[in-house]
C-alpha cells in the first residue's frame, strides 16, 4: 500500500539567539529600575519591544503561520537569571548559560530547535541536545556571515536544515557536501510604527552622512574599519560603533583615529534608538565584512533602506537581486568614489530623496522579516516531513500501527 500522503502541520519551534548587547542590564534597565523586579515576560516582552533584533518579528511571523513559538535571548543574562529564579532553579555559576538554556528547552519541549547561529547553543549541548530532549525532530540553524574554516563546517554539518545569508559561505558549504539555503538577512516594518513619520521629523536634527554597526569585533572587519577611518579624517561621517579603544583605535591593531577626528565616533545604538539615528541620516553608509566576498546582503542595506535612508554602499556580484544600482541604492568602488557619491547625493537632494524612497519600496515589498519566514517555514516543512517518512519507513514490516 502506498504511503498516505504527507501533510504540512504546525509545530512547537524554539528559537534560540544572542541579544547581541555588550550590557544587556544597562540598556533594559536604563529607563526603568523597576523592571528589575518584573516577571520574565514582562522584561523579556520589554526587551523585545526595543527592537534590538529582529527577535520580535521572527516570533510574530511564525505565530501568523499557526506555529507555537518561545523566543529565547540565551545571553540575555538579567532576563535569563530571572527565569532560572521563578522556577527555583539552583545553577552552577561556572555554567548557568547552558544549564538555564537546557531548562528552557525541556520546559518548551519543541519539535524544532532554531539556532541564529551555531555556537548560541554551547558545544556541549550540541552534541547532546536531542537525547536530552527527545521532542526535538530537527536542529535549525542560520547561520550569518562567517568565514568558512573546517571548525565552522563542521559544526554547520549538525544542523538537520541549514540556513546561510552569505553566498560565500553557502558556497563553501556546498563544496563541503552540505545543503545549505540561502536566506538574506531582512527589515522589521514594525520599526516604522515606534519612530516618527519622514514629514515630522525636524530639517535641522538630520545628520549628513553616518555608519551605525559593528566595527572592532574581528579581524574580517578590517576593510570596513580602513574606510571609516579615512572618512573620519576627512570630518565627514559620523560613526555609532562600539569597540574603539582608548588608544583611539577601532580594535586592536585597527587604525588609528587621530586628533579631533575621535569626536565623530560615538557610542554605538541599540534598537529603537539605532534606527532613529538613521531615519535622520539623508546618507548611510555600509561595508561588508571581508568574509562576504564579491556579494553583498548584510542586514544594514535592508535596515538603511527601511526606514528611509539613502544607502551608500559597497558593490557586489549579486547587487541586482536585491536592490537597483543608482535608482534604490548608491554603490562606490572605492575611498576617492565614496567621497564624491557622497558630495553629489548631498548637494542633490531631490534625487538623493528619490533614490531613498524606492530603496524603501523595495525593502518594505521583498526584503521583511516576514517574507524570509515564509521560504524558512517551507523549507522546515519539507524536513519534518521527511524526518516523518523516515520514521514511518523504519516502523514499516513491524506488528501494530504505523505512527501518525
Not at 523597576?34 to 520574565?40: D, M, N
Not at 529582529?54 to 535569563?80: I, N, W
Not at 539613502?310 to 535608482?327: I, K, M, Y
Not at 519534518?384 to 504505523?402: C, E, H, N
Amino acid at each position: 500500500m502506498a504511503d498516505a500522503p504527507l501533510r504540512h502541520r504546525n509545530y512547537r519551534i524554539m528559537r534560540v539567539s544572542s541579544c547581541g548587547v555588550e550590557d544587556p542590564a544597562a540598556l533594559l534597565y536604563r529607563d526603568d529600575e523597576g523592571l528589575r523586579c518584573a516577571s520574565y515576560s514582562e522584561q523579556l516582552r520589554n526587551w523585545l519591544e526595543r527592537k534590538t533584533s529582529c527577535d520580535e518579528a521572527f516570533t510574530r511571523a511564525m505565530k501568523s503561520r499557526g506555529h507555537e513559538v518561545r523566543e529565547v535571548l540565551f545571553d540575555l543574562e538579567p532576563v535569563q537569571r530571572t527565569w532560572a529564579w521563578e522556577r527555583g532553579l539552583d545553577v552552577d555559576e561556572r555554567d548557568w548559560k547552558s544549564q538555564v538554556l537546557l531548562h528552557q528547552i525541556i520546559d518548551f519541549k519543541p519539535e524544532v530547535l532554531f539556532l541564529q547561529g551555531f555556537d548560541v547553543l554551547p558545544a556541549p549541548l550540541r552534541l547532546t541536545i536531542k537525547k536530552r530532549v527527545p521532542t526535538i525532530d530537527l536542529v535549525v540553524i542560520q547561520q550569518g556571515p562567517r568565514e568558512a574554516t573546517p571548525t565552522v563546517l563542521r559544526e554547520l554539518s549538525r544542523a538537520d536544515v541549514l540556513f546561510v545569508s552569505s553566498p560565500v559561505l553557502a558556497r563553501a558549504c556546498r563544496k563541503a557536501g552540505l545543503e545549505p539555503h540561502l536566506v538574506h538577512e531582512a527589515f522589521d516594518p514594525s520599526v516604522l510604527c515606534e519612530l516618527p513619520a519622514p514629514s515630522k521629523i525636524d530639517a535641522d536634527a538630520l545628520l549628513d552622512f553616518t555608519f551605525l554597526g559593528t566595527t572592532g569585533e574581528r579581524a574580517d572587519h578590517a576593510r570596513r574599519e580602513s574606510y571609516l577611518a579615512r572618512l573620519i579624517d576627512d570630518e565627514s561621517i559620523e560613526v555609532y560603533a562600539r569597540q574603539l579603544t582608548a588608544a583611539g583605535r577601532i580594535r586592536r591593531g585597527g587604525p588609528v583615529l587621530g586628533g579631533s577626528a575621535n569626536t565623530r565616533v560615538h557610542p554605538a545604538l541599540y534598537g529603537l534608538d539605532y534606527f532613529a539615528v538613521m531615519q535622520r541620516s539623508r546618507i548611510s553608509f555600509n561595508v561588508h565584512c571581508d568574509s562576504a566576498g564579491s556579494y553583498v546582503g548584510n542586514r544594514r542595506m535592508f535596515e538603511a533602506t527601511g526606514v528611509g535612508s539613502c544607502l551608500l554602499t559597497d558593490r557586489g556580484a549579486n547587487l541586482s537581486d536585491l536592490f537597483e544600482d543608482g535608482r534604490e541604492v548608491v554603490t562606490f568602488s572605492g575611498i576617492d568614489d565614496a567621497r564624491e557619491k557622497v558630495r553629489y547625493l548631498l548637494d542633490h537632494e531631490n534625487e538623493r530623496r528619490a533614490i531613498a524612497e524606492a530603496g524603501r519600496a523595495r525593502t518594505l515589498s521583498e526584503h521583511t522579516v516576514a517574507k524570509r519566514v515564509a521560504v524558512i517555514d517551507e523549507w522546515i516543512q519539507q524536513g519534518l516531513a521527511a524526518r516523518r517518512k523516515a520514521t514511518r519507513t523504519r516502523w514499516r514490516g513491524l506488528p501494530g500501527s504505523l505512527p501518525t
